[in-house]
Every structure is written in C-alpha cells, then in structure tokens.
C-alpha cells in the first residue's frame, strides 16, 4: 500500500527503517512533543508496537519518503491512540532537517483522505499539547477543531477532530 502526493511518498515502515526511527526517537528536538526521548530499545518498542497495529487493524502509521529521492523523512498517518481510543487519530512527526515546508500539512491531507476514503472513518482526531504551536497550525490548515481537552500522562491533551463532509 503506497499512497503519493505532489511531493511525498506515504508507506508502511519496512524493518530497515528501524535506524532512522531510532535517530529521531533519540533527538530532542523531534520528540520535544512527543513521548519524550527513547532509548535504542525503547524505540524498537515503539516501532513494534506501530507494526502491531498494522497486524491488528490492517492501517496504522505510514513512514514518509521524499518523492524525489527516497529519503525517510517522517511518519503520518490513522492509528488508535490509547489515551481517545473511539475514533483514529491522524498525526504526524518529521525529521526536525524537514520542518517548514509544509510536508506535515501534505502528508497530513493524504492521511485524512485515506481514513475518510478507502477506510471509511466517519471522524479522525488529532492529538496534540497546548505547547504545540506548529501542529496546532498544521491541524486548522486540515480543518480541524478542538473537541476535547483529557488529562494523561503527558500532562493535559488537545483532542481536535474532523468529520466526513
């Protein structure tokens, strides 16, 4: 399953991407609003758990690669959150080298088509803290609004969703 945008390629993580995974996992500035900093081992739970999903609900993250070239650039993506487990959520983390240019607002669209076409999810969510300014961003481009505010284990979460039109 490969999904394309003008500038992306959106496919399901292969084991040799492992490594790549891991350097982001281990860099602060791309997990600063995420889970924090894993270690090699904790990001090979992560990645586990990522596959585990796919095997279970037959969708779930996508790794994105640069059309032009390939490279692994960030993930995206339908998957279930534990923490809002009703309605699937759509997020998505770059490599911190790729921020700005509007890949998270691309990939993002693709993702969301994907859940409301071929899966046919009547509503996405996307999850996010307060603090997370250029997701917030990302997620008003995409048409999202704010639905719910849950305290967990990072502290309070934005909960945004979007409906099928």
């Known amino acids: 399953m490969i999904l394309e945008t003008e500038r992306l390629r959106l496919r399901p993580f292969r084991e040799g991407d492992r490594g790549t995974v891991a350097g982001w996992n281990a860099d602060p500035a791309h997990t600063r609003h995420l889970a924090g900093v894993q270690s090699p081992a904790e990001s090979d739970e992560t990645f586990d758990r990522w596959q585990r999903h796919w095997r279970e609900h037959g969708f779930g993250l996508l790794a994105v690669e640069w059309a032009e070239t390939g490279e692994l650039i960030g993930r995206t993506g339908p998957q279930y959150h534990r923490v809002w487990p009703d309605d699937p959520e759509v997020g998505w983390a770059l490599d911190p080298a790729w921020w700005g240019r509007g890949i998270a607002t ?6 969301i088509a994907w859940a409301f ?48 039109a």
């Open 106 to 111: 691309e990939a993002g669209a693709a993702s």
């Open 117 to 164: 076409g071929e899966l046919d999810f009547p509503r996405v969510v996307s999850i996010t803290t307060e603090a997370n300014t250029p997701s917030r961003r990302v997620m008003a481009k995409l048409g999202f609004v704010l639905h719910a505010r849950v305290d967990s284990e990072w502290g309070e979460i934005l909960v945004h969703a979007l409906d099928r």
